[in-house]
Structure formats: structure tokens, C-alpha cells
């Protein structure tokens, strides 16, 4: 199974950007499809992105649609999220989560990392 680390979470303000890392270990990247999904205090997990292995195909939220960015490095073992145009509805714990195809489904994936908070003020 695949560990997962995120990074790059901490404290913004409204219209900044942030990077959000998720490092892997115990077995290559490549094997997987990865995604990104965002728990907010009281809701439910919920879908932010996902990128295929070969990074070839992805797909997102439609409430961060042209926001946020997906990519992978597979020589790094690294997954990327890139936010831009932070919103204060963005804030959330984030986490990344390996699995066998690309899916908007938390269901799909199998290994999940333990999250990055991400706060942004008004």
C-alpha cells in the first residue's frame, strides 16, 4: 500500500494562492490515479480533483473549476494542487487519496493521506 504525506497548507487570505504537495512512499506514484478531496468542519468529504497516471486526464469540482489545478510528477512520486483566488469558502482540511482509476467517488480510493489544513480569512 502507498503512504501518502500532504503539505503546504496554512493560513491566507482571500484572492492569494497556494501549492498544496502530496508526497508518496512505499510504492511508485505511477500506479495510481490520485485525487484531492477537502473536508470542511461539519460537512462531509467531498471531491476537489483527480488526475489519472499517466496525468493525461483529470477532472474537477465544478465549484473549483479554472481555480485550482491538478498535475503530478511521477519521477518526484509528488501530486500538486494548485489553488488560486482563494475563497473563504475553500477552507478545509485537504487530503490526497491513491487509487485504480480516475473517480469524483471517495469510495475509489483506497490510501489516503492525513490532510493539510487550509485556512483562508476574509
Known amino acids: 500500500q502507498v503512504q501518502l504525506v500532504e503539505s503546504g497548507g496554512g493560513l491566507l487570505q482571500a484572492g492569494g494562492s497556494l501549492r498544496l504537495s502530496c508526497a508518496a512512499s512505499g510504492r511508485t506514484l505511477s500506479r495510481y490515479a490520485m485525487g484531492w478531496f477537502r473536508q470542511a468542519p461539519g460537512k462531509e468529504r467531498e471531491f476537489v480533483a483527480a488526475i489519472s497516471w499517466s496525468g493525461d486526464s483529470t477532472s474537477y469540482a465544478d465549484s473549483v473549476k479554472g481555480r485550482f489545478t491538478i498535475s503530478r510528477d511521477n519521477a518526484k512520486n509528488t501530486v500538486y494542487l494548485q489553488i488560486n483566488s482563494l475563497k473563504p469558502e475553500d477552507t478545509a482540511v485537504y487530503y490526497c487519496?491513491?487509487?485504480?482509476?480516475?473517480?469524483?467517488?471517495?469510495?475509489?480510493?483506497?490510501?489516503w493521506g492525513q490532510g493539510t489544513q487550509v485556512t483562508v480569512s476574509s
Open positions: 487519496a491513491a487509487g485504480p482509476v480516475v473517480s469524483t467517488h471517495k469510495g475509489t480510493f483506497g490510501s
